[in-house]
C-alpha cells in the first residue's frame, strides 16, 4: 500500500531532475509542501472566495423556479419528474 503513494512522488521528483536516489526526507519535504498547499488553498477560499461569492449572491434579486419539463411542477428538487 505504501509503495502506492511512493512511486508517483519517486517518478514526478526524477522527472523534474532530482537524483535518481530519493531519500525519506525528500519525499517527506514534498509531502509537507503539497500539504501546505493544500491547507493554504483552504483558507484563501474559506477567507477570500467563499465571503465573495455570498455578498454577490446576497445582493443578487433573482428567484429560481424549477419546471419539469413534462409540463408540472417539481415537488422537490430530487425527486422532479423521476417515476
Same mark, same amino acid.
Given at each position: ?72 411542477? @417539481? ?5 422532479? @419528474?423521476?417515476?
Amino acid at each position: 500500500m505504501e509503495n502506492q503513494y511512493v512511486e508517483p512522488i519517486a517518478e514526478l521528483l526524477r522527472q523534474v531532475g532530482l537524483t535518481e536516489q530519493i531519500t525519506w526526507q525528500t519525499q517527506a519535504i514534498v509531502l509537507a509542501g503539497i500539504l501546505l498547499l493544500s491547507w493554504l488553498t483552504a483558507v484563501l477560499f474559506r477567507r477570500l472566495v467563499i465571503p465573495a461569492l455570498q455578498k454577490i449572491s446576497s445582493q443578487t434579486r433573482v428567484t429560481w423556479t424549477t419546471t419539469c419539463s413534462r409540463t408540472r411542477s @417539481c415537488t422537490t428538487s430530487a425527486g422532479c @419528474c423521476l417515476r
